[in-house]
Structures are given as structure tokens and as C-alpha cells.
């Protein structure tokens, strides 16, 4: 069985400053990791992916996640925060099964406020 | 390039009325899915194709039917609507095959209410 924890449902930060949202997983073999964002009234847009190759992944707008398999973590970062980092994100792993499908379960979501 | 398309993008219904969501995508893609959003659930797998021809359960296909139409259409339909299928429905679309792990691609999404 896999599942994936967002462990904090918001996360607010200055303008500026330094963003992390925290994401630990569980699968019984090696998944593919992924973090989405959702904009407000908007279809979720993929950020960035771990498929086991490099575990520091880098994504679109300044966003990278490190993979740390002994932590079971996947944690998104981001240096400095702009305000139009605003939106809902979404952890999510998946896993081949022998279907031949993904089996793709997300986390809840962390809802990113950035303070002007 | 569309990538994936969603009509209506939103819909208000009576209880007992039905539906269907239409989606469709020009990447090419073998597998498809629904989901539906709803506050503090993340979302869930309403139903998938995993390729043209195909279709199955996910993890919450009470009150729901699909239909794969062809490669590129995969259609949702509410028999009888209920104020409990109140949320936002997203279709995607992957790559996705034996032993391959790709990204879903998300339409826009549908909002749809149940009154």
C-alpha cells in the first residue's frame, strides 16, 4: 500500500523569504514522486518530478525538491518567496502496478499565503 | 496543442437529474482518468482507462459510469445526481504504460453543484 502526508495544511511566509512544504510518503517499493500547484479555480499544473534518477529535483518557477529515501521525505523548497506563489500544492506519489496503470494517491494539499 | 479539455466548466443540477462531463485530449495519451476535489480530501480516483477499449473502478465510482470513446474521449456521467457529488471534477490524461512513470496532465476542470 502507498500513502503520502502533507504535513501542514497551510504554510505562510513574507514575500521574500524562504519557502518549504513538507511531504513524507509510503510505498513498499520505489515510487515516483511528484509535487503539482493549483491556482485558485484552476486545473493542477505539474512543478516538478522524481523518477530515481538525480534526488534533487529542479521544477519550474525556482521550486526544487530533494528526494531523501531514508527519511521517506520529498519536501518542495524555494529561496525566496513572490506573491504570485500563492495557490494550493499537492504532493503525489505513484506507483507502476501490474495492471500496467499508474496508481497515483495525493496528498490533501498545503494552501502557500506569501505576505506582501 | 489543447493538451486536455473539459465541458462544462461549470453546471448546477436538481437531485435525480443526470450528466455527462465531457473530456478530451490531443497529446496522444493511452491512459485517462477522473477525479473529483473536494476541501480537505486532495483528490480521488473516480475512474481510469488505461487504454482505449478499457475502463475501471477507482477509488470512489459510486453513482458514477464512464465511457471510453475513442483514444482521445473519456466521458463521466451522473445517473442521478445527489447533493453528495457537489465538487470539482478534474479529467487527466498520461502517458502511462507497463513499467513507465509519467505525469498526468489536469483540463481545467468542471464545478459542479447538486442542489
Known amino acids: 500500500a502507498q500513502s503520502v502526508t502533507q504535513l501542514d495544511s497551510h504554510v505562510s511566509v513574507s514575500e521574500g523569504t524562504p519557502v518549504l512544504l513538507r511531504c513524507n510518503y509510503s510505498s513498499s517499493y520505489s515510487p515516483s514522486l511528484f509535487w503539482y500547484v493549483q491556482h485558485p479555480n484552476k486545473g493542477l499544473q505539474l512543478l516538478l518530478k522524481?523518477?530515481?534518477?538525480?534526488?534533487l529535483v529542479k521544477g519550474i518557477n525556482g521550486f526544487e525538491a530533494e528526494f531523501k529515501k531514508s527519511e521517506t521525505s520529498f519536501h518542495l523548497t524555494k529561496p525566496s518567496a513572490h506573491m504570485s506563489d500563492a495557490a494550493e500544492y499537492f504532493c503525489v506519489v505513484s506507483l507502476d502496478n501490474s495492471g500496467g496503470y499508474q496508481k497515483v494517491t495525493f496528498g490533501i494539499g498545503t494552501k502557500l499565503q506569501v505576505i506582501p | 496543442n489543447a493538451g486536455v479539455t473539459q465541458t462544462p466548466k461549470f453546471q448546477v443540477l436538481k437531485t435525480g437529474q443526470s450528466m455527462t462531463l465531457q473530456c478530451a485530449q490531443d497529446?496522444?495519451?493511452?491512459?485517462m482518468y477522473w477525479y473529483r476535489q473536494d476541501p480537505g480530501m486532495g483528490l480521488r480516483l473516480i475512474y481510469y482507462?488505461?487504454?482505449?477499449?478499457?475502463?475501471d473502478k477507482g477509488e470512489v465510482p459510486n453513482g458514477y459510469n464512464v465511457s471510453r470513446l475513442n483514444k482521445r474521449e473519456f466521458s463521466l456521467r451522473l445517473e442521478s445526481a445527489a447533493p453528495s457529488q457537489t465538487s470539482v471534477y478534474f479529467c487527466?490524461?498520461?502517458?502511462?504504460?507497463?513499467?513507465?512513470?509519467?505525469?498526468?496532465?489536469f483540463g481545467p476542470g468542471t464545478r459542479l453543484t447538486v442542489l
Open positions: 497529446m496522444n495519451h493511452n491512459s
Open positions: 482507462s488505461a487504454s482505449e477499449g478499457t475502463t
Open positions: 522524481y523518477t530515481s534518477a538525480a534526488t
Open positions: 487527466a490524461s498520461s502517458e502511462a504504460g507497463w513499467g513507465r512513470r509519467n505525469e498526468q496532465f
